[in-house]
């Protein structure tokens, strides 16, 4: 397990923001602020690609604005409209040759051959669709993070239903399968739960500060984490949480962020800043 203590503070535009001895964060590239409203960034190996969502309006606004833009490693936009025909994009998953994105009150399918959209799943009820994960089976989950109704779908057999819905869970965001369990955050109140797919039982991990919106695990028992306003953290295999980097204060957020443990990758769109900005992570204590 790792032991990490708060250290420095630093600034978004040079280095960074309140990091662990054995975690600093350098940028390595911000892209041009051709974006509009990116929430969420997806890296897709066999293209050597990011796709990135875009809102291009307001979060729960249906004006068919919305778009994913696909970028390269360098942060260069490659194609900025490469799937169109969207309300409010937000999170993705891919399993197959399709990228699944939520979309206010709908799952949508697009195929990743050529980026136009093959079906669109209604999901009863939904207020505001937020992250998106899968499972091996192919099995795709989606968490609606509104207050009245907070719950987790699930898309199985072409049917999109409600799959979990818990006084044990509020608003889940920050959705990703990790060692057969579902991971999810709490967009209000920080909780972070495990949940087992097949008898839905849910398992605290920890409890953090603040809303969780991106989760991804670091390989070493931790899992990065963001908030919406602009807190990138790290919650520690015993249950602390560590401030990464903060912006709050300068309104740059810190949406569902994407993060490549090989290349030490740590990928965050800034939402109403429109930019995806790429840090690297460097932890002393894995060498």
Known sequence: MLKITLGITMLLSSTLVEAAPSYTLSRQWASEPVLEVPECVLFRPADNLFYVSNVSGKPAEKNGAGFVSKMDLEGRVVELKWA?????????IIHGDSLYVSDIDELVQVDLNSGE??????????????DVAADAAG?????????????????????????????????????????GRLLAGDARNGHLIAIDPKTKAISPIAVTDSGIDGLKPDG????????????????????????LMDTTESNINSADFEYLADKKMLVIPTFFDNRVVAFTVVNSQSN
Request: charged share 20%; no cysteine; proline share 3%.
């Open 117 to 130: 959209i093959l079906k669109r799943y209604p999901a009863t009820g939904a207020v505001f669709l937020n």
């Open 139 to 179: 099995n795709i989950y989606v968490g609606d993070s509104s207050a009245e109704n907070g719950r987790i779908y699930r898309l199985s057999a072409g049917k999109l239903e409600t799959w979990l819905k818990s006084s044990k869970m509020e608003r889940p965001n920050g959705l990703h399968m990790h060692e």
């Open 220 to 243: 070493y028992g931790n899992f990065f984490t963001s908030n919406w306003k602009g807190r990138t953290t790290l919650i520690t295999a015993e249950g602390k949480t560590v401030i």
């Open 84 to 92: 169109s025909g969207l309300n409010a994009p937000k999170g993705m």
